[in-house]
């Protein structure tokens, strides 16, 4: 079957880098993605993985190891704001997006 | 750009009526949209994919007579929940793509209550 784990609920610091891991088991592989989710909102982009490596934009980086099945989403200089819902989906070799639970994130001051 | 709509925002309804939700690509043409359905605390789970023109293709556990979907142009796709009942109260998203293999730009989403 397919499967997309990740953590249920992380807590940080503002102002502090946190790390949010996902990782996946999917029938072929065409991109991984990141989507931010805020209480009641539809979920918005962050970031699209296809090849291996690091993939930055901003304050959010995005890895991505394929042999691994595994990525990571990096928030930097952590905001009250970046308090959200983190989505990471897979698009299998149907080009159908399996998603995650998603990680509920909470910022403390 | 890449902006999707969707109209309403939130309904209420009475048990056993039917609720039409529009989804509407703004600045770009959609050849392909997407209906999902999310519950508290859960994720998305996708509902339906449809092509403009073409029937909709209806995931596992999705009733295609309960749950309507028009694809009729490259800009509007409407899904009707017809004879609602409160256990169909979710907030339930659309999402538009110019291709089946791109991005996939999401509405601001429709929440849905029955009574």
């Known amino acids: 079957g397919q499967n997309i784990d990740q953590p249920t609920e992380m807590t940080a610091t503002e102002g502090a880098i946190v790390q949010i891991n996902c990782t996946y088991q999917?029938?072929?592989?065409?991109?991984l993605f990141w989507y931010q989710q805020h209480a009641g909102e539809a979920p918005t982009f962050l970031s699209y993985?296809?090849l291996d490596g690091l993939e930055e934009k901003g304050r959010f980086s995005s890895f991505l190891s394929r042999s691994k099945g595994y990525s990571y989403l990096l928030l930097k200089e952590l905001q009250m704001k970046d308090s959200a819902s983190y989505l990471c989906?897979?698009?299998?070799?149907?080009?159908?997006?399996?998603w995650g639970a998603g990680t509920k994130l909470i910022i403390k001051p | 750009g890449a902006v999707v709509s969707q109209h309403p925002s939130w309904v209420i309804c009475k048990s056993g009526t039917s609720v039409k939700i529009e989804c509407r690509s703004l600045?770009?043409?959609?050849?392909?949209m997407f209906w999902y359905r999310q519950f508290p605390k859960q994720s998305l789970m996708l509902m339906a994919t449809?092509?403009?023109?073409?029937?909709?293709?209806?995931e596992q556990g999705v009733e295609k007579d309960k749950f309507l979907i028009n694809h009729a142009s490259l800009t509007l796709s409407t899904l009707t929940v017809t004879s609602a009942h409160p256990e169909d109260s979710s907030f339930y998203i659309c999402?538009?793509?110019?291709?089946?293999?791109?991005?996939?730009?999401f509405g601001p989403g429709t929440r849905l209550t029955v009574l």
């Open positions: 999917t029938s072929g592989f065409n991109g």
């Open positions: 449809s092509n403009e023109g073409s029937k909709a293709t209806y």
């Open positions: 993985n296809v």
């Open positions: 989906a897979v698009m299998d070799s149907n080009y159908q997006l399996i």
């Open positions: 999402s538009a793509s110019d291709s089946d293999y791109n991005e996939q730009f």
């Open positions: 600045d770009f043409q959609a050849t392909t």
